[in-house]
């Protein structure tokens, strides 16, 4: 899984690495959009292929925790799931290994807003090729994929009551989220601080304002992801 120390494989926003691991993202995007009719003709495979997908997606996230560990990086302040894209990927699994619909909407919302940000401006200090880049970029992805898939082959439709269901989903999670941080002397979602390495939030304004910045951005980016994927799920995959 690679060394515990970093010093060799620092990340590099904008780097050669970082474009040509998001236009493989964008190639493997493109091509479940070209392929979506063939792969609804084969219910019974698809079925198949979303649960070995949330088991890969577990899989590499339970393996990133076990790095953690190892190399002694595993602390209550950082390392729980309590970032939003954390929170998405479990969400994603369980949709994708229970095919809930009432997950999808958060998904498709909080899931694909928050990893194209991540993507975008990745909180990374490992360089490829180190397990933590494989982890990054193939979970973000594979959240994204995961709202695709349900929109452009499942059939769902997006509507605009999901994007205010997700935002108030999302504002109800927060007090506990500033507890934890309270607590443990943490940053989950970013809501004591911004990150060190630059973000969206440096162009939302000082703290605390960068937070009500943050809700009017999420909506949003919420409401462009709706206009972007409605009227595309007509033809339903039960």
Same mark, same amino acid.
């Given at each position: ?29 493109? =091509? ?8 609804? %003709? ?5 079925? $198949?292929? %979303?649960?070995?997908? !949330? ?6 996230d339970? !393996? ?9 990086r ?7 799931p ?8 479990? $969400?994603?699994i ?10 999808v909407?958060?998904?498709?919302? !909080? ?6 940000q991540?993507?975008?401006t ?5 360089d ?41 989903? =999302? ?10 941080n ?8 970013f ?19 960068? =937070?009500?910045s ?8 919420f409401? $462009?992801?709706?206009l =972007? ?10």
């Amino acid at each position: 899984m690679g060394s515990g120390n970093g010093a060799n494989h620092w990340f590099v926003m904008f780097s050669f690495t970082h474009f040509f691991v998001l236009f493989i993202i964008a190639l493997i995007i493109v =091509l479940l959009f070209t392929n979506r009719k063939r792969m609804r %003709e084969n219910v019974a495979s698809l079925k $198949v292929a %979303e649960r070995l997908f !949330a088991i890969s997606l577990l899989a590499m996230d339970i !393996a990133y925790h076990i790095w953690l560990i190892v190399s002694d990086r595993w602390r209550l302040e950082d390392a729980l799931p309590l970032e939003l894209c954390s929170i998405s990927l479990l $969400v994603s699994i369980v949709l994708l290994l229970t095919g809930n619909r009432y997950l999808v909407d958060f998904v498709i919302f !909080a899931g694909i807003g928050g990893a194209l940000q991540a993507l975008a401006t990745p909180v990374l200090d490992m360089d490829y090729p180190h397990f933590r880049f494989f982890h990054f970029f193939y979970t973000h992805a594979g959240i994204i994929l995961t709202g695709l898939y349900y929109v452009w082959v499942k059939g769902y439709e997006p509507t605009f009551k999901g994007v205010l269901k997700t935002m108030l989903i =999302l504002n109800a999670i927060l007090p506990f989220i500033l507890v934890v941080n309270w607590l443990f002397d943490g940053n989950y979602m970013f809501l004591r601080m911004k990150p060190e390495n630059g973000s969206i939030l440096d162009f939302l304004g000082p703290y605390p304002w960068y =937070l009500l910045s943050l809700e009017m951005v999420a909506f949003l980016i919420f409401t $462009v992801i709706w206009l =972007l994927l409605r009227n595309k799920g007509r033809n339903r995959v039960r």
